[in-house]
């Protein structure tokens, strides 16, 4: 089955005296899979129920290929668009394969029967949706998720071009998300258009064509999944503090939410590298610090979680040591913070002097998880070096770096800890 386009220009929905969406434009490609974004109330059901023509503009019109959804009958609607409810709600005690046999109704009249078309579009979908197990029990007697995946399977056997799905992940397990988004990714590249909504933005990232994100009733952004989803227009739509990152399994974007900050005061220069410093950086960045890191080389595991969290890095090129200019920079971070730490970093030739730049900070904490043994070393001279680091600092374990950190900075700027105690 081929999609349909789906279009709707400066769309105004009002519910009750609210408008809830105003000005919006809508062109969904056929065979595209659209994810909508965006927080509660934003206007995502209101959308979809617009789309599928149960819901009547105040103003604009939606079309789906050639038919007016608003002009046409219930009939020739539900022929080309189907969809998934939030609510799954039955009102009667039907069974399951008798809702799966719902999806029929648009191609049956007064005077047609079942036939066996209708007996295979039933069975199909049921199969596809995997709840052939349980057609013959009541709809009341299968769980939350597996009522979901029976309105799947309504709407898949009704066969149309579109798919309109609200929160169709909302009430599975990771199993059942993936498998139905695997499914509708399915259905999509069989040439059907699907529009979803999804509050899982790391789920609707991975298997989305283009997110349309709506932020009260309007569209804030439209586009690819890493075009979308950036840390300023989270803020926006959501007024959450929350980092984009690419997942390291699947490529795609992840959003994690952060609490807000808290309100540690001091400059903090992280010396890391290979990912040490990652939780570090996060743990430092929430409670509140000024932080900076480096020098670390593009790319590296470290530098993806600064960059994600706004941390200002020193960087030199993919696998080049850290020459005399990036050690100038580096020894600058170290002069302007309060306290400098090392995380459990290589402690090889190429970073020799980024330790030795760490050195001459009045306030260090060496945060070790590793004998200097299990590391990447090159020798004895590497071992003189790092064990004078070591002597100049406080050297802790990782659980132990945040308090650690703490006290250097008490210790470091002893006025700040008068005010504290004035407070
Ligand atoms: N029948 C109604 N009467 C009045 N206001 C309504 C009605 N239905 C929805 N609204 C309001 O319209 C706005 C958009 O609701 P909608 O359900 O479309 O949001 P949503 O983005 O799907 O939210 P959620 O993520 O919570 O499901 C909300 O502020 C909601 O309170």
């Known amino acids: 089955m081929t999609g349909a386009r789906i279009t709707a220009d400066d769309l105004r929905v009002d519910r009750g005296d609210l408008t809830v969406l105003d000005g919006l434009d809508v062109d969904i490609d056929a ?4 994810g909508l974004i965006g927080p509660n109330g934003a206007g995502k059901t209101t959308l979809l129920r617009t789309l599928a023509g149960t819901l009547t503009p105040a103003a604009g019109r939606v079309r789906v290929a050639d038919l007016d959804v608003q002009a046409a009958s219930a009939r020739a609607v539900g022929r080309r668009v189907a969809v998934v409810p939030q609510d799954t ?3 009667f ?3 399951v394969r008798d809702v799966v046999a719902m999806g029929r109704m648009p191609y049956h009249s007064m005077f047609k029967e079942t036939d066996d078309a209708d007996r295979e579009a039933v069975d199909a979908a049921m199969e596809r949706t995997s709840v052939t197990q349980f ?10 998720g597996e009522r979901q995946r029976v309105l799947l399977a309504r709407a898949l056997a009704q066969e149309t071009p579109v798919l309109l799905l609200d929160e169709p992940t909302g009430s599975l397990d990771i199993d059942h998300q993936v498998r139905t988004l695997e499914l509708v990714r399915d259905l999509v590249e069989d040439g059907k258009t699907a529009v979803a909504a999804i509050h899982d933005l790391d789920l609707a990232a991975r298997y989305c064509d283009d997110l349309l994100l709506l932020s009260d009733g309007r569209a804030l952004a439209a586009g690819p999944p890493e075009d979308v989803l950036t840390a300023p227009r989270l803020a926006e739509s959501f007024d959450a503090n929350a980092v984009v990152t690419d997942d390291t399994v699947t490529g795609t974007p992840a959003v994690t939410a952060l609490p807000d900050a808290g309100d540690a005061e001091g400059r903090v220069h992280v010396v890391g590298g290979g990912g040490s410093a990652a939780r570090l950086l996060y743990a430092l960045t929430t409670a509140g610090y000024d932080v900076t890191i480096g020098a670390l080389a593009v790319g590296d595991a470290d530098h993806r979680t600064a960059k994600a969290l706004d941390v200002p890095a020193v960087t030199v090129p993919p696998h080049a040591p850290v020459d005399a200019a990036a050690a100038d920079r580096v020894g600058a971070c170290v002069a302007d913070a309060d306290v400098t730490v090392v995380t459990d970093v290589e402690v090889s030739r190429g970073n020799r002097r980024n330790l030795d730049a760490a050195a001459r900070a009045d306030a260090l904490v060496v945060v070790e ?3 200097f043994d299990e590391r990447n070393h090159d020798g004895d001279a590497a071992r003189e070096r790092y064990d004078r680091l070591r002597s100049r600092g406080r050297v802790v374990t990782p659980d132990s770096a945040l ?3 703490a006290d250097a900075l008490d210790a470091s700027t002893p006025d700040r800890r008068l005010l504290g105690a004035d407070d």
């Open 31 to 34: 065979g595209r899979f659209v």
């Open 135 to 144: 057609a013959d029990r009541s709809i009341d007697a299968v769980s939350g």
């Open 369 to 371: 998880d590793r004998p």
């Open 93 to 95: 005690d039907f069974s």
């Open 89 to 91: 709600t039955v009102a």
């Open 403 to 405: 308090d650690a950190i």
